[in-house]
């Protein structure tokens, strides 16, 4: 079976401990995760987490089941990146303004890109965008002109 | 009142009669209370292992959720295997550890560790109780948890200053809300149709059937089920007894010990319909040999396990006894005669009697048919693991369902005689023999003071062949006789249940086995028979790892 990207959305009560479960189990369950999110909904009480891993579909069944299982998780269900809205965000310090106008300019991909802060000659920018649109805009830039880059991870939504 | 009042009348709340518990340093106000509640009966067993698995014998042979209690630190740690075994094997327990006070939490203090991480991954759900408040809700959750959907070992972790913690009043909520657990009851039509579908297209059916019909409490739809439907059946290790074992359609176990003719049949079958069991590794062997030409319809009460192992056609999401209530009403007659007469022939040629050959000395097998026969209809077996469990499984006639009572999933030596303690506790007019190998009986042999100290009238059966039995026979057949760490330097043990007060005979030959076995039937006090068995006997049939049932050896080259 063929491996591709999933993203899994679980509602959970908002009780300390729930998301070491659900890792807990992926681990031991030798699942690797491309990233986590986790935060509160329009209800404080219910917390949401955003699982993206990459994997076969049977896999993805798997675990789907078994985190439902966790008395303190309300809802599991798994998508394929096309039917949710998932973003990312990225900050990212760039070495000079070439590298800040790459991206400000760049039309092809769709991207929200923003500059924070200016220190020296460095720049800080948040970069918001689809996780693989940000991995295409990124690879525009030349290594040497990444200072630093941190990533947040997908949260996702769905209707 | 303080916390440890709360405690004690939340498990009469849930109608406990009976618990496991071993004091220590932070248990202490909640043994000073017991005092007051004679009504619960509170067991010392001699290791905190012990009393978890004497809780999960209790579970297992009354379907009360079996309670054990044990002190911090070590003493919590020293569960950890009673609560494995219990998980793996879907018992509903409830242990309940003290902990060190909230204030030092965290500091490495005296007899601390972090006993609800190391439970996570071993229990159903597990909880730390904060504030006094919230213990009679927690304990409602944890029996509920245990007891219902599939079962499951539920862990309570109480601070000591919880359980000294004053309370005005002890109120126990009426209401269970837990939004995040769901119990599936009964299967959807569109399933049920496919299923009904299948079993009618069918030529070579098989009914796979598991603990869930035992948990359940199935056996009476499942009877009816493989009658009209004239489907043959076979059992997992834990399915042992679902159905009575001379009923027409009941061809046993099958696996890795299981009998070849049931294994052949499982290979061969055109449908397999699994009850409430989870197609484990043992019964499975390799997993892209199992049922190959055969559709699945798997009936199973926890969602994860349907398509786990096995590859499913129809999932039947519910419990086992609505669910077959539900195919029984949609299932037409039918008959199979041509199917069973292909697996009575194998039988024939794989029966126990054909293949095993007839050895000059006593052998385990005839012990546990002699047994088998002179035993009460309605006692219980209590088996350790290893050669003394499969020959236990293979050699007894099960009558009814949950009759044996065995570490199937963990395969925890040391099971059989903590185990006897908490089936004796439970069933009182019950015989219980506990029937194990030298090895697992010194695991927890300390539990016979358990049994001295409570007067247990069981019957302890212990085949003495020197050896850890199943290590060795793979060493044989795999490692050319490298008997490597599995020579046990035995006591006599004959003298050690002496010295626990309990009568104690060796049987070598056939003459003492009828005397001391009918001498043990009859008595009404504890009683332990050591029975001495060939040092290289070994285990028939045997499915090799990595192997599909259609391998099964039915003869070893020396043999």
Known sequence: ?159 | MIGADILIKSLLKEKVEVMFGFPGGVTIPFHDRLKNYPQLKHILPRHEQGGAMAADAYFRSTSKVGVCLSTSGPGATNLVSGIANAYMDSVGMVAITCQVATPVIGTDAFQEVDITGITQPITKHNYFVEKVEDLPRIIKEAFYIASTGRPGPVHVDIPVDVLKASVRKFVYPKKINLPGYKIPQKAPEKNLREAINLINKSLRPIALVGHGVILSKASQELEKFIKKADIPVISTLLGMGAVKHNNPLCFGMLGMHGMAYANYAVHNADLIIGIGLRFDDRITGKLDGFAKDAHVIHLDIDAAEIGKNALVNVALLGDCKKVLTQLNNKLKKQEHRDWLKQIKLWQNETKLSKITNKKEHLTAQEVIREISRIAKKDCLITSDVGQNQMWTAQAFNYQYPGQLLSSGGLGCMGYSLPASVGAQMGNSRKQVWALMGDGGFQMNMQELGTIMANKLPIKIILFNNGYLGMVRQWQEIFYKKNYSATKLINPDFSKIAKAYNIESYQIKNKQQMKKYLHQANKTKKAIFLEVFIGPEDNVLPMVPPSASLDKTITKLNNE
């Open chain 1, 1 to 159: 079976m063929n491996k591709e990207k999933f993203i899994i959305l679980i509602t959970a009560v908002n009780k300390a401990g729930v998301l070491n479960k659900i890792l807990s189990l992926c681990r031991r369950r030798r699942y690797s995760l491309v990233s986590v999110t986790a935060g509160s909904t329009e209800n404080k009480n219910i917390y949401n987490i955003t699982l993206v891993l990459f994997e076969n579909k049977n896999r993805v069944n798997q675990i789907v089941n078994q985190i439902n299982k966790i008395i303190e998780v309300l809802s599991t269900e798994s998508f394929l990146p096309k039917d949710v809205v998932d973003k990312e965000l990225i900050l990212i310090i760039l070495k000079n303004k070439k590298a800040v106008d790459i991206l400000l300019k760049n039309k092809e991909h769709d991207i929200n890109v923003r500059v924070l802060k200016k220190l020296d000659n460095n720049f800080i920018l948040e970069i918001i965008g689809e996780g693989t649109e940000v991995d295409h805009a990124l690879s525009l830039l030349s290594k040497k002109d990444i200072i630093k880059l941190v990533r947040s991870g997908s949260v996702a939504i769905k209707l």
